[in-house]
């Protein structure tokens, strides 16, 4: 069978697939064109793409009869792919849940640290030679142990996320979620995302993409308190970016700390000037070692569906 990888991955990666298949690695790191989506259907029996391979319905509509059968999604998030019209279609994806939760965590934490703490107006300052020494009142930030941050969407990260919270810096934690969570530490569910906007010091946005789009919009900005911060590592349309902007200008929450953006890799410039921001390049899950795993773990979906079985991680 013939697979495609449609960007460069570790050697490790394409080797693994290399037993298997006669494998086509895509050496452009953008994301397929259009052209390239279709032609992909066309010409592959298994593809493993990943983030902005934008597999709409009108990609599959396009492709009347495709080879290829299955998509086995490098990365946990999948709302690039319609799954409705893939499955249509006759076409299987799959996804790498877990691989990517600790590292991803991490990420949360780093950016709810340098929101709290103010580091990269501080780094800014000192590369430029603004700098002029130590004050007692200089560039006063959030204290991040014991207060109360609120996690929207209490799933495999969320969970990571609200366990670092807790026992790391002694947090207390609430979240938001469809369903109530069994776990080894207090957390408190709330009725409804607006009850959570109200009464942390930190928001951290855990959901998927998808029917999630503008989740955190204006209303539920307004609804923060002046001190909190908003941290996305998410997915970007999970935050209104407008209203983000908005929020920020007018003092109504005290800064925010983004991986992701709503129109990615497009990051307006109204955000970029803005000193009260950290904004970080989707680093996510950018370590060697979790986007090995996760490579192999889309190499192993696509050998099961190849082998006749049952998806480790169909969805």
């Not at 495709?66 to 996804?95: E, T, W, Y």
């Not at 709810?112 to 007692?136: D, F, N």
Request: charge should be negative.
């Amino acid at each position: 069978m013939k697979l495609l990888i449609t960007r460069p991955l570790p050697d490790v990666i394409v080797a693994a697939a290399r037993k298997e298949f006669d494998v086509d690695v895509r050496e452009n790191t953008a994301p397929l064109s259009g052209d390239e989506l279709r032609a992909s259907l066309r010409e592959y029996d298994v593809v493993i793409p990943t983030l902005g391979d934008a597999y709409s319905a009108d990609v599959f509509g396009d492709v009347a009869k495709p080879r290829a059968k299955m998509l086995a999604n490098f990365g946990v998030g999948f709302n690039h792919i319609d799954v409705d019209a893939a499955k249509a279609a006759g076409v299987m994806v799959s996804n790498t849940p877990g691989a990517v939760t600790d590292a991803t965590a991490d990420i949360a934490m780093t950016l709810m640290l340098m929101s709290t703490r103010r580091a990269g107006e501080g780094e800014r300052m000192v590369r430029s030679g603004a700098w002029s020494g130590w004050h007692p009142t200089q560039m006063l930030g959030l204290h991040m142990t014991g207060k109360h941050v609120g996690i929207l969407g209490m799933g495999r990260i969320g969970e990571a996320i609200a366990r670092r919270c807790h026992f790391g810096f002694g947090m207390q934690v609430s979240y938001y979620n469809r369903s109530a969570k069994q776990m080894d530490f207090p957390a408190k569910q709330v009725a409804s995302l607006i009850e959570l906007a109200q009464t942390v010091d930190i928001l951290v946005v855990a959901v998927p993409g998808g029917e999630t789009r503008h989740l955190v919009n204006a209303r539920i900005l307004a609804a923060m308190q002046s001190h909190a911060r908003l941290i996305n590592i998410a997915r970007g349309e999970i935050v209104e970016e407008a209203a983000l902007i908005a929020a920020l200008n007018d003092g109504q929450i005290a800064g925010a700390g983004l991986d992701v953006y709503e129109f990615e890799p497009s990051v307006p410039n109204a955000l970029k000037q803005l000193e009260n921001v950290t904004l970080l390049p989707h680093l996510g899950t950018a370590t060697l070692e979790v986007r090995e795993s996760m490579g192999l773990m889309a190499v192993d979906n696509a050998v099961a569906f190849l082998r006749g079985s049952a998806l480790p991680n169909g969805v």
